[in-house]
Protein backbone atom coordinates (compact mmCIF):
# COMPACT_ATOMS: atom_id res chain seq x y z
CA UNK A 1 0.00 0.00 0.00
CA UNK A 2 2.48 2.48 0.84
CA UNK A 3 4.54 1.21 -2.07
CA UNK A 4 1.21 2.07 -4.17
CA UNK A 5 0.98 5.56 -2.73
CA UNK A 6 4.86 7.18 -3.60
CA UNK A 7 4.22 5.85 -6.76
CA UNK A 8 1.03 7.36 -7.35
CA UNK A 9 2.58 10.42 -5.93
CA UNK A 10 5.56 10.45 -7.94
CA UNK A 11 3.32 10.18 -10.92
CA UNK A 12 1.29 13.13 -10.13
CA UNK A 13 4.25 14.89 -9.08
CA UNK A 14 5.82 14.23 -12.66
CA UNK A 15 2.94 15.20 -14.52
CA UNK A 16 2.21 18.37 -12.09
CA UNK A 17 6.11 19.55 -13.11
CA UNK A 18 6.22 18.00 -16.27
CA UNK A 19 7.17 21.44 -17.94
CA UNK A 20 9.44 22.20 -15.24
CA UNK A 21 11.52 18.74 -15.22
CA UNK A 22 12.06 19.23 -19.18
CA UNK A 23 13.43 22.76 -18.87
CA UNK A 24 15.44 21.51 -16.44
CA UNK A 25 16.88 18.97 -18.52
CA UNK A 26 17.17 21.26 -21.10
CA UNK A 27 19.19 23.10 -19.17
CA UNK A 28 21.44 20.97 -17.31
CA UNK A 29 22.44 19.04 -20.91
CA UNK A 30 22.92 23.04 -22.43
CA UNK A 31 25.20 23.75 -19.50
CA UNK A 32 27.16 20.80 -19.12
CA UNK A 33 27.97 21.48 -23.26
CA UNK A 34 29.20 24.87 -22.77
CA UNK A 35 32.55 23.54 -21.48
CA UNK A 36 32.79 20.53 -23.18
CA UNK A 37 34.04 20.01 -27.14
CA UNK A 38 31.18 20.22 -29.43
CA UNK A 39 32.85 16.26 -30.78
CA UNK A 40 31.90 15.17 -26.78
CA UNK A 41 28.06 17.18 -26.80
CA UNK A 42 26.20 15.56 -24.18
CA UNK A 43 23.03 17.30 -25.55
CA UNK A 44 23.30 15.06 -28.92
CA UNK A 45 23.17 12.00 -27.34
CA UNK A 46 19.71 12.28 -26.09
CA UNK A 47 18.47 14.50 -28.97
CA UNK A 48 18.95 13.61 -32.84
CA UNK A 49 20.93 16.85 -35.17
CA UNK A 50 18.78 19.34 -36.27
CA UNK A 51 18.49 20.53 -39.95
CA UNK A 52 20.30 23.01 -40.83
CA UNK A 53 20.53 24.78 -44.23
CA UNK A 54 22.03 27.52 -45.60
CA UNK A 55 19.78 30.83 -46.95
CA UNK A 56 20.48 34.23 -48.24
CA UNK A 57 18.69 37.36 -46.79
CA UNK A 58 17.87 39.66 -49.36
CA UNK A 59 19.04 43.67 -47.79
CA UNK A 60 19.60 47.04 -50.48
CA UNK A 61 21.73 46.02 -53.01
CA UNK A 62 23.23 42.73 -51.65
CA UNK A 63 22.22 39.81 -49.14
CA UNK A 64 23.40 38.31 -45.86
CA UNK A 65 24.88 34.65 -45.49
CA UNK A 66 23.24 32.56 -42.68
CA UNK A 67 22.90 29.00 -41.29
CA UNK A 68 19.68 27.88 -40.37
CA UNK A 69 18.82 25.52 -37.50
CA UNK A 70 15.35 23.69 -37.58
CA UNK A 71 14.56 21.25 -34.91
CA UNK A 72 13.42 18.25 -36.45
CA UNK A 73 9.65 17.31 -36.65
CA UNK A 74 6.29 19.23 -38.06
CA UNK A 75 4.87 22.66 -36.12
CA UNK A 76 5.71 25.99 -34.88
CA UNK A 77 9.13 27.37 -33.17
CA UNK A 78 10.16 30.21 -31.17
CA UNK A 79 12.69 31.57 -33.27
CA UNK A 80 16.16 32.66 -32.30
CA UNK A 81 18.68 34.95 -33.44
CA UNK A 82 22.29 34.03 -32.53
CA UNK A 83 24.70 37.10 -33.30
CA UNK A 84 28.68 35.58 -33.11
CA UNK A 85 31.18 37.73 -31.73
CA UNK A 86 34.61 39.60 -33.58
CA UNK A 87 35.77 36.06 -34.70
CA UNK A 88 37.42 35.72 -38.19
CA UNK A 89 34.98 32.65 -38.68
CA UNK A 90 31.98 34.45 -38.19
CA UNK A 91 29.30 32.15 -38.03
CA UNK A 92 31.01 29.03 -38.59
CA UNK A 93 32.89 29.14 -35.35
CA UNK A 94 32.60 25.87 -33.46
CA UNK A 95 32.00 26.96 -30.28
CA UNK A 96 28.67 29.28 -32.15
CA UNK A 97 27.75 26.07 -34.59
CA UNK A 98 28.07 24.17 -31.29
CA UNK A 99 25.92 26.11 -29.77
CA UNK A 100 23.23 26.53 -32.51
CA UNK A 101 22.79 22.98 -33.01
CA UNK A 102 22.23 22.65 -29.30
CA UNK A 103 19.05 25.60 -29.07
CA UNK A 104 17.79 23.86 -32.31
CA UNK A 105 17.79 20.55 -30.18
CA UNK A 106 16.55 21.98 -27.11
CA UNK A 107 13.06 23.21 -29.73
CA UNK A 108 14.07 26.58 -31.09
CA UNK A 109 14.04 27.88 -34.51
CA UNK A 110 17.99 29.46 -34.58
CA UNK A 111 19.23 31.85 -37.50
CA UNK A 112 22.89 32.63 -37.61
CA UNK A 113 23.91 35.32 -39.87
CA UNK A 114 27.25 35.72 -41.29
CA UNK A 115 28.02 39.65 -40.48
CA UNK A 116 31.24 40.39 -42.39
CA UNK A 117 31.82 43.84 -40.06
CA UNK A 118 31.48 41.70 -36.59
CA UNK A 119 33.99 39.00 -37.54
CA UNK A 120 36.32 41.71 -38.96
CA UNK A 121 36.81 43.94 -36.15
CA UNK A 122 34.96 46.71 -38.62
CA UNK A 123 31.32 47.34 -37.23
CA UNK A 124 29.77 49.94 -38.61
CA UNK A 125 25.95 50.90 -38.37
CA UNK A 126 25.15 48.55 -41.08
CA UNK A 127 26.11 45.87 -38.95
CA UNK A 128 22.63 46.51 -37.17
CA UNK A 129 20.59 46.71 -40.09
CA UNK A 130 21.91 43.31 -41.06
CA UNK A 131 20.60 42.29 -37.78
CA UNK A 132 17.40 43.76 -37.87
CA UNK A 133 17.09 42.27 -41.67
CA UNK A 134 17.89 38.77 -40.49
CA UNK A 135 15.07 38.77 -37.18
CA UNK A 136 12.48 40.24 -39.91
CA UNK A 137 14.00 37.07 -42.27
CA UNK A 138 13.65 34.53 -39.30
CA UNK A 139 10.41 35.90 -37.75
CA UNK A 140 8.42 35.37 -41.42
CA UNK A 141 9.88 31.74 -41.41
CA UNK A 142 6.91 29.06 -41.94
CA UNK A 143 8.46 27.30 -39.16
CA UNK A 144 8.32 30.31 -36.75
CA UNK A 145 5.50 30.68 -33.91
CA UNK A 146 4.02 33.84 -34.58
CA UNK A 147 4.31 35.00 -30.91
CA UNK A 148 7.47 37.06 -31.00
CA UNK A 149 11.09 36.15 -30.94
CA UNK A 150 14.26 36.88 -29.57
CA UNK A 151 18.29 37.38 -30.29
CA UNK A 152 21.50 36.16 -28.47
CA UNK A 153 24.57 38.37 -28.73
CA UNK A 154 28.04 37.72 -28.18
CA UNK A 155 30.66 40.01 -26.90
CA UNK A 156 31.33 43.12 -29.32
CA UNK A 157 28.38 41.24 -31.93
CA UNK A 158 26.02 42.78 -28.67
CA UNK A 159 26.33 46.28 -29.88
CA UNK A 160 24.42 46.06 -33.09
CA UNK A 161 22.04 43.67 -32.06
CA UNK A 162 21.11 45.97 -28.81
CA UNK A 163 21.20 49.01 -31.66
CA UNK A 164 18.73 46.46 -33.98
CA UNK A 165 16.56 45.56 -31.02
CA UNK A 166 15.65 49.39 -30.44
CA UNK A 167 14.51 50.07 -33.80
CA UNK A 168 10.73 50.70 -33.84
CA UNK A 169 10.43 47.85 -36.98
CA UNK A 170 11.17 45.00 -34.35
CA UNK A 171 10.89 46.36 -30.93
CA UNK A 172 7.88 45.23 -30.47
CA UNK A 173 7.90 41.85 -32.09
CA UNK A 174 10.73 41.00 -29.47
CA UNK A 175 10.37 38.91 -26.34
CA UNK A 176 13.68 38.14 -25.34
CA UNK A 177 17.24 39.40 -25.69
CA UNK A 178 20.39 37.50 -24.41
CA UNK A 179 23.77 39.15 -24.19
CA UNK A 180 27.08 37.45 -23.33
CA UNK A 181 29.91 39.56 -22.31
CA UNK A 182 28.01 42.88 -23.89
CA UNK A 183 28.88 46.07 -23.35
CA UNK A 184 27.05 49.04 -22.71
CA UNK A 185 29.04 52.36 -24.04
CA UNK A 186 32.33 51.33 -26.67
CA UNK A 187 34.35 54.53 -24.85
CA UNK A 188 34.20 51.93 -21.54
CA UNK A 189 35.35 49.38 -23.54
CA UNK A 190 38.62 51.42 -24.94
CA UNK A 191 39.19 52.44 -21.53
CA UNK A 192 39.56 49.16 -19.97
CA UNK A 193 41.34 48.24 -23.67
CA UNK A 194 44.05 50.57 -23.16
CA UNK A 195 44.45 51.21 -19.19
CA UNK A 196 42.73 47.89 -17.67
CA UNK A 197 40.80 49.98 -15.92
CA UNK A 198 36.78 49.50 -15.38
CA UNK A 199 34.81 51.07 -12.47
CA UNK A 200 30.93 51.52 -12.25
CA UNK A 201 29.64 52.22 -8.41
CA UNK A 202 31.02 49.87 -5.91
CA UNK A 203 32.41 47.76 -8.59
CA UNK A 204 35.84 48.52 -9.75
CA UNK A 205 39.46 47.14 -10.30
CA UNK A 206 42.16 47.30 -13.03
CA UNK A 207 43.94 44.24 -15.02
CA UNK A 208 47.33 44.28 -17.17
CA UNK A 209 45.81 45.48 -20.45
CA UNK A 210 46.80 43.56 -24.03
CA UNK A 211 47.96 46.99 -25.76
CA UNK A 212 48.33 44.68 -28.61
CA UNK A 213 43.98 44.71 -29.24
CA UNK A 214 44.13 48.18 -28.94
CA UNK A 215 46.72 48.55 -31.76
CA UNK A 216 44.83 45.75 -34.19
CA UNK A 217 41.20 47.45 -34.01
CA UNK A 218 43.05 50.99 -35.04
CA UNK A 219 44.85 49.01 -38.00
CA UNK A 220 41.14 47.98 -38.97
CA UNK A 221 39.65 50.89 -38.67
CA UNK A 222 41.86 53.39 -40.04
CA UNK A 223 38.83 54.19 -42.86
CA UNK A 224 37.27 56.77 -39.67
CA UNK A 225 40.25 58.89 -40.39
CA UNK A 226 39.77 62.00 -42.63
CA UNK A 227 43.04 62.15 -43.90
CA UNK A 228 44.06 59.95 -46.75
CA UNK A 229 47.75 60.61 -45.77
CA UNK A 230 47.39 60.07 -42.06
CA UNK A 231 45.72 56.72 -42.92
CA UNK A 232 48.47 55.36 -44.78
CA UNK A 233 51.22 56.63 -42.42
CA UNK A 234 49.32 55.37 -39.32
CA UNK A 235 49.33 52.28 -41.04
CA UNK A 236 52.94 51.84 -41.81
CA UNK A 237 53.28 52.86 -38.15
CA UNK A 238 51.57 49.63 -36.98
CA UNK A 239 53.06 47.39 -39.39
CA UNK A 240 56.43 48.54 -37.73
CA UNK A 241 55.24 48.43 -34.01
CA UNK A 242 54.27 44.96 -34.33
CA UNK A 243 57.69 44.13 -35.75
CA UNK A 244 58.67 45.97 -32.71
CA UNK A 245 60.40 48.95 -35.02
CA UNK A 246 58.71 51.06 -32.22
CA UNK A 247 61.90 54.43 -32.96
CA UNK A 248 61.23 53.85 -36.42
CA UNK A 249 57.53 53.60 -35.95
CA UNK A 250 58.07 57.02 -33.65
CA UNK A 251 59.95 58.84 -35.90
CA UNK A 252 57.66 58.45 -39.08
CA UNK A 253 54.75 59.81 -36.57
CA UNK A 254 56.54 62.66 -36.55
CA UNK A 255 54.90 63.38 -40.13
CA UNK A 256 51.38 62.71 -38.90
CA UNK A 257 48.67 65.76 -39.33
CA UNK A 258 47.26 67.03 -36.36
CA UNK A 259 44.28 64.56 -36.14
CA UNK A 260 47.13 61.63 -37.26
CA UNK A 261 49.37 62.81 -34.04
CA UNK A 262 45.85 62.78 -31.99
CA UNK A 263 45.25 59.13 -32.67
CA UNK A 264 48.68 58.30 -32.35
CA UNK A 265 48.96 59.82 -28.71
CA UNK A 266 45.93 58.27 -27.80
CA UNK A 267 46.78 54.52 -28.96
CA UNK A 268 50.36 55.08 -26.97
CA UNK A 269 48.17 56.29 -23.79
CA UNK A 270 48.59 53.50 -20.78
CA UNK A 271 47.41 56.11 -18.42
CA UNK A 272 43.66 56.00 -17.24
CA UNK A 273 44.12 59.85 -16.13
CA UNK A 274 45.06 61.11 -19.21
CA UNK A 275 42.23 59.07 -21.00
CA UNK A 276 39.61 61.63 -20.71
CA UNK A 277 41.96 64.53 -22.32
CA UNK A 278 43.18 62.08 -25.14
CA UNK A 279 39.88 60.95 -25.86
CA UNK A 280 38.51 64.29 -26.30
CA UNK A 281 41.42 65.16 -29.06
CA UNK A 282 40.58 62.40 -31.41
CA UNK A 283 39.03 62.91 -34.65
CA UNK A 284 35.47 64.20 -34.10
CA UNK A 285 34.34 61.40 -36.85
CA UNK A 286 36.13 58.79 -34.65
CA UNK A 287 34.17 59.98 -31.26
CA UNK A 288 30.74 60.11 -33.56
CA UNK A 289 31.71 56.64 -34.58
CA UNK A 290 31.79 55.40 -30.97
CA UNK A 291 28.85 57.15 -30.05
CA UNK A 292 26.47 55.53 -32.85
CA UNK A 293 28.01 51.97 -31.94
CA UNK A 294 27.16 52.15 -27.69
CA UNK A 295 24.11 50.54 -27.01
CA UNK A 296 23.77 53.39 -24.14
CA UNK A 297 22.14 55.81 -26.94
CA UNK A 298 19.70 52.96 -27.69
CA UNK A 299 18.84 50.63 -24.80
CA UNK A 300 16.00 52.68 -23.48
CA UNK A 301 13.79 51.71 -26.14
CA UNK A 302 13.95 48.36 -25.64
CA UNK A 303 10.67 46.23 -24.58
CA UNK A 304 12.17 43.24 -24.19
CA UNK A 305 12.93 40.96 -21.54
CA UNK A 306 16.85 40.47 -20.93
CA UNK A 307 19.10 38.19 -19.87
CA UNK A 308 22.30 39.47 -19.04
CA UNK A 309 25.17 37.22 -18.86
CA UNK A 310 29.12 38.29 -18.44
CA UNK A 311 32.10 36.57 -17.25
CA UNK A 312 33.81 37.98 -14.25
CA UNK A 313 37.07 37.58 -15.67
CA UNK A 314 36.67 38.75 -19.40
CA UNK A 315 40.03 40.46 -20.50
CA UNK A 316 38.38 42.03 -23.89
CA UNK A 317 35.03 43.61 -22.30
CA UNK A 318 34.88 44.26 -18.25
CA UNK A 319 31.62 43.06 -16.96
CA UNK A 320 30.65 46.30 -15.30
CA UNK A 321 29.81 46.91 -18.82
CA UNK A 322 26.80 44.39 -17.95
CA UNK A 323 25.65 45.98 -14.76
CA UNK A 324 25.26 49.39 -16.71
CA UNK A 325 22.95 47.53 -19.34
CA UNK A 326 20.92 45.71 -16.55
CA UNK A 327 20.71 48.69 -14.78
CA UNK A 328 19.21 50.51 -17.80
CA UNK A 329 16.25 48.06 -17.82
CA UNK A 330 16.36 46.97 -14.55
CA UNK A 331 14.21 49.28 -13.33
CA UNK A 332 11.13 47.93 -15.57
CA UNK A 333 12.13 44.58 -14.02
CA UNK A 334 13.14 43.47 -17.22
CA UNK A 335 16.85 42.16 -16.60
CA UNK A 336 18.04 39.03 -15.30
CA UNK A 337 21.84 39.55 -14.14
CA UNK A 338 24.41 36.83 -14.40
CA UNK A 339 27.70 37.14 -13.45
CA UNK A 340 29.92 33.93 -13.68
CA UNK A 341 33.32 34.39 -11.48
CA UNK A 342 36.10 32.82 -13.20
CA UNK A 343 33.67 30.98 -15.37
CA UNK A 344 36.06 31.48 -18.66
CA UNK A 345 39.21 31.19 -17.09
CA UNK A 346 40.96 27.60 -17.70
CA UNK A 347 44.24 28.00 -16.24
CA UNK A 348 47.03 24.88 -16.90
CA UNK A 349 47.44 24.90 -13.30
CA UNK A 350 45.04 22.63 -11.18
CA UNK A 351 41.99 24.86 -9.49
CA UNK A 352 42.20 25.77 -5.83
CA UNK A 353 39.22 24.65 -3.94
CA UNK A 354 37.88 28.16 -3.88
CA UNK A 355 38.32 28.96 -7.14
CA UNK A 356 36.80 25.25 -8.26
CA UNK A 357 33.75 26.29 -5.60
CA UNK A 358 33.52 30.09 -7.85
CA UNK A 359 33.84 28.55 -11.34
CA UNK A 360 31.52 25.22 -10.90
CA UNK A 361 29.32 25.41 -8.33
CA UNK A 362 28.63 29.54 -7.79
CA UNK A 363 29.08 30.03 -11.85
CA UNK A 364 27.66 26.45 -13.24
CA UNK A 365 24.62 27.77 -10.79
CA UNK A 366 24.16 30.96 -12.36
CA UNK A 367 24.26 29.91 -15.56
CA UNK A 368 21.72 27.14 -15.39
CA UNK A 369 19.17 29.52 -14.01
CA UNK A 370 19.82 31.48 -17.23
CA UNK A 371 19.45 29.09 -19.68
CA UNK A 372 16.24 27.89 -17.52
CA UNK A 373 14.94 31.53 -17.43
CA UNK A 374 15.86 31.79 -21.16
CA UNK A 375 13.78 28.35 -22.17
CA UNK A 376 10.97 29.57 -19.72
CA UNK A 377 10.73 32.94 -21.28
CA UNK A 378 10.35 31.76 -24.78
CA UNK A 379 6.96 29.34 -24.29
Known amino acids: MKKLIIISLLVITGILFAVQIKRGFLSILILVDSIRPPEKTLMGRF ?68 LEGV ?15 SFQYLSSHGHAAGRGGGMI ?9 LLAAADSRIRDKLRLLVTFDGYYDLRNVMLFGMTGVYEYGRYHGMIRPD ?7 AYRNLDLLPSLEDRNMLRRIIEKRNRYEIADADILAKSLHAEGRAVYAFLLNNDAKLFPLRYEKLPHRV ?77 GWRFFAAIYDMIEQSQ
Open 47 to 114: FGNPLVSKVLIPKRNSTISADLYAPKGKGKFFPLLLIHGADSLGNKNEQVVHLANNLARAGFLVLVPD
Open 211 to 217: ASVSWML
Open 287 to 363: REYVYQLSPSRAIAYINAYCIIIHAMDDDLVPYTESIRLADTVGNHGRAHLVLLPQFMHWESVEPSVGDWSKRYVLG
Open 153 to 161: GMSFGTGPM
Open 119 to 133: KTFHIRIGDAEDVLQ
